[in-house]
């Protein structure tokens, strides 16, 4: 069992940056890939990015552009997303997930954090 707790979520202005954490408890953090969604209002759960266990490769989706990057410290427990030329259309929940192999559908992951908002303003 793996439990996930989000922060860092807030309102920033368009063009800001923001830096998401998320911190697992147990001693296994390791063994897991770990992946970053957003869920807007009335939209799907989208995929933001994932690391592997190890943190020597990262996905991103590629209507990213660069914007976003993960990273990982297995001694602190903890994935980060750091989030920069923030857009109003980044407005979201954001939650991280934690799974057996790195993957873009959330169903594929098998536990989930309560979510951060994230409100970028025009």
């Known amino acids: 069992q793996v439990e996930l707790v989000e922060s860092g979520g807030g309102l920033v202005q368009a063009g800001g940056s923001l830096r998401l954490s998320c911190t697992a408890s147990?001693?296994?953090?390791?063994?897991?890939?770990m992946g970053w969604f957003r869920q807007a209002p009335g939209k799907e759960r989208e995929f933001v990015a994932a690391?592997?266990?190890?943190?020597?490769?990262?996905y991103y989706p590629a209507s990213e552009q660069g914007r976003f990057t993960i990273s990982r410290d297995n001694a602190k427990n903890t994935v980060y997303l750091q989030m920069n030329s923030l857009k109003p259309e980044d407005t979201a929940v954001y939650y991280c997930?934690?799974?057996?192999?790195?993957?873009?559908?959330?169903?594929?992951?098998?536990?989930w954090g309560q979510g951060t908002q994230v409100t970028v303003s025009s």
């Open positions: 690391i592997s266990r190890s943190g020597a490769s990262t």
């Open positions: 147990g001693r296994t953090f390791s063994s897991y890939s």
């Open positions: 997930a934690a799974g057996g192999s790195v993957e873009v559908k959330p169903t594929l992951y098998d536990y």
